[in-house]
């Protein structure tokens, strides 16, 4: 079979199929394993001017994933159900103006540094650095302005094991506090395995640190069905890092067992959300699970299944830790897709990463790179239904 490669431009282009009826099309052929396609279309300017592109991946099964080059956004994700009908499962908006404005992180990565560092400062190479307080007085998720507001390069891929986009960008040294010029490169491929991979590289011309992931919100029933508390989750994790009141680490280790947070057999996200209280944060989960696997090697780390649909989500990945968020801070002041306003427990997170705060926590893994290193990370979310 034979991949298409599609390109137009077209200011509302968002339906994946007839997006680029109206439009001039070029067409460009090329050889592959998979019956695949992938589009390109305009998705709006920034405030600065700078044009966005979508693309939008479909494997053979139908399945399709649309990518933004701002903040490499997942946008939307088609899944099907027991019955073989598709339904986008993931927060968003329908448009890049939605993104453009204040939002929590919907479908981007996060980076240099996912995650928070305790009051934004942190030593390295016996230098201390300080970065952007942006969560209260800790630095989130990269800073004011972090990979998930920047526009990325992108190219097309067509790859034996599926088809998707190379998104690559350059960090200036000094880029919201951290050392180094560190270059990027994250590929989506979707494959006809219903596989939606991310593989993560970074090298750096200084010591510097790095700990990035996607901050997708899922909802397997589709957003516009309610809220995420009776899908049934298993986590493969005995431990998780507890946290003090504005969420940072403790450097305590500690068992899941007799407590809200062991999801080591499947339990439904709400049974016992009201437990699971830290300060003054909404209750609900957002934590760090210490995965049983080896965190070098692609390994399983949480499945995910919502019984209506039958849609089930498997997570693997090479990290050492994921964070579970249940979307304790949405509460319904963002109108996302549809026109949904996305109430608490709207969505639910699984942020493949490296520990939060562990730059300040040497017992953890380590998030230092070094000229001459590079940084990886492959995640996969692997789509099915029973």
């Known amino acids: 079979m034979k991949n298409i490669f599609i390109t137009c431009i077209s200011a509302g282009a968002l339906m994946f199929m007839s997006g680029c009826a109206n439009q001039k099309q070029t067409t460009t052929?090329?050889?592959?394993?998979?019956?695949?396609?992938?589009?390109?279309v305009s998705f709006g300017q920034t405030g600065d001017g700078k044009s966005v592109d979508l693309y939008i991946l479909k494997n053979s099964k139908g399945m399709t994933v649309k990518i933004t080059t701002y903040g490499g956004r997942i946008t939307e994700l088609y899944a099907p159900d027991?019955?073989?009908?598709?339904?986008?499962?993931?927060?968003?908006?329908?448009?890049?103006?939605?993104y453009l404005n204040v939002n929590p992180y919907f479908g981007a990565i996060v980076g240099r540094v996912a995650n928070r560092i305790a009051n934004g400062k942190f030593k390295l190479g016996g230098k201390e650095y300080t970065v952007a307080k942006n969560d209260g007085p800790n630095h989130l998720h990269g800073g004011i302005k972090g990979f998930d507001k920047v526009?990325?390069?992108?190219?097309?891929?067509?790859r034996t094991d599926g088809v998707g986009v190379r998104l690559s960008y350059l960090s200036p040294d000094g880029e919201e506090g951290y050392p180094g010029n560190l270059s990027v490169t994250v590929d989506y491929v979707l494959t006809d395995n219903n596989e939606l991979k991310i593989e993560y590289k970074a090298t750096t011309d200084k010591e510097t640190i790095v700990n990035l992931s996607n901050h997708s919100y899922f909802n397997l029933s589709g957003p516009e069905?309610?809220?995420?508390?009776?899908?049934?989750?298993?986590?493969?994790?005995?431990?998780?890092?507890?946290?003090?009141?504005?969420l940072i680490p403790t450097s305590e280790i500690k068992p899941v067992e007799g407590t809200p947070l062991d999801f080591r057999k499947p339990e439904q996200i709400g049974a016992r959300i009201e437990q699971v209280k830290v300060g003054n944060n909404p209750s609900g989960y957002d934590h760090n699970y210490v995965l049983n696997g080896s965190g070098v090697s692609l390994e399983f780390v949480a499945?995910?299944?919502?019984?209506?649909?039958?849609?089930t989500m498997d997570v693997y990945s090479t990290e050492p830790g994921v964070q579970f968020y249940s979307g304790n801070f949405l509460d319904g002041t963002i109108t996302g897709k549809k026109g949904v306003a996305y109430k608490k427990n709207h969505g639910f997170c699984l942020e493949t990463q490296h520990f939060p705060d562990s730059i300040n926590h040497p017992e953890f893994p380590s998030v230092v790179l070094k000229p001459g290193q590079t940084y990886t990370q492959t995640t996969i979310y692997k789509f099915s239904a029973k």
Do not use: C
Request: glycine share 8%; charged share 20%.
């Open 151 to 158: 526009v990325w390069n992108a190219e097309p891929l067509h």
């Open 29 to 40: 052929q090329t050889k592959s394993m998979t019956q695949a396609e992938i589009q390109k």
């Open 303 to 311: 499945r995910v299944y919502e019984p209506v649909t039958g849609r």
């Open 225 to 246: 069905n309610g809220l995420i508390l009776d899908h049934e989750l298993l986590i493969n994790a005995n431990y998780y890092t507890p946290v003090d009141d504005t």
């Open 82 to 98: 027991r019955k073989g009908a598709f339904n986008d499962v993931v927060l968003g908006f329908d448009n890049l103006n939605g």
